[in-house]
């Protein structure tokens, strides 16, 4: 069970915590190494609340914390315990040792396809458990797919994500904009309303598209031509001249970063996509050394 305690600094230190070097920094937090009193090597994100905007401290961070105390997948970040001293929280996470995925596309280039998809795999695995409880990360990015030993793979960052229920059960349609905009849906750039789910599947198509090209598949620098470009259905002629990639990964693909949200894939028709079909499961978990459990 997660324990969220309020604490002293002293006492912070004295319960043997010790934070490490900065791995990653966001708008209101970072993200460093830490050691725990067993010796075991965490990630700690620490939100400093005296920096932090009123909206993010009233609306999204009581969120986030709900919901992270509220999930357990095998191919999402398992948060152990999150404390706070002198408005100031820590929640120690996994570590993923091997970075996030773009700086992995980084370093190493673009994916073949198989390995696209043992990777890909997994991310449609956390967004499919999370979906099924009604929660949209709103927030998919390379960026927050970490990955650990054997390409394990663990979704992160819940900052933007919420519940897409109310109280009485009612569906609720999103009109903030969360995320990057890199990663947007055209109904989020055109500014209206929007299903917090479908954003989801629209960014999953951006970050096989990054994974199979290491190059994202639409300009952000300029919005204007971007949503122009996105409704326009141009990513259908540029996967037509791919000549190294399937028919059935194309496919995905275009239906992932499909404009019209009636014809964009629902998360239960992706998991079902026969690219992604179970025929290649025992493949897939020779490749990976993993469980069953964090494959769809």
Known sequence: MILFQRITSKLFQSMGYQIGKTIGKGTYSKVCTAI???GQKLACKIINKKYAG???????????????????????????????????????MDFCENGDLL???????????????IIFRQIVSAVYYLHNLDI???????????????NHVKLADFGFARYCRNELGEYMLSDTFCGSAAYAAPEILQGVFYDPKMYDVWALGCILYV??????????TNITRMVKDQLSQNISSVTTLWTENSVKMKKLLNQLLEPDISKRLKIKEVVSSPWLERG??????????????SLV
């Open 103 to 117: 700086e992995y596309i980084r370093l190493h280039g673009s994916f073949a396809e198989e390995k696209a998809k």
């Open 54 to 92: 009123q909206d993010f401290i009233e609306r999204f961070l009581p969120r986030e914390l709900r919901i992270i105390t509220a999930i357990k997948h095998p191919n999402i970040v398992t948060v152990y315990k999150i404390l706070e001293a002198n408005q100031v929280i820590y929640m120690f």
């Open 211 to 220: 994974m199979v090209t290491a190059s994202m598949p639409f300009d952000d």
């Open 36 to 38: 725990v009193a067993d």
């Open 136 to 150: 949209s990360h709103r927030d998919l990015k390379c960026e927050n797919v970490l990955l650990m030993a054997n």
């Open 280 to 293: 290649s499961l025992s493949k897939i978990k020779r490749m990976l050394s993993i469980s069953d459990s």
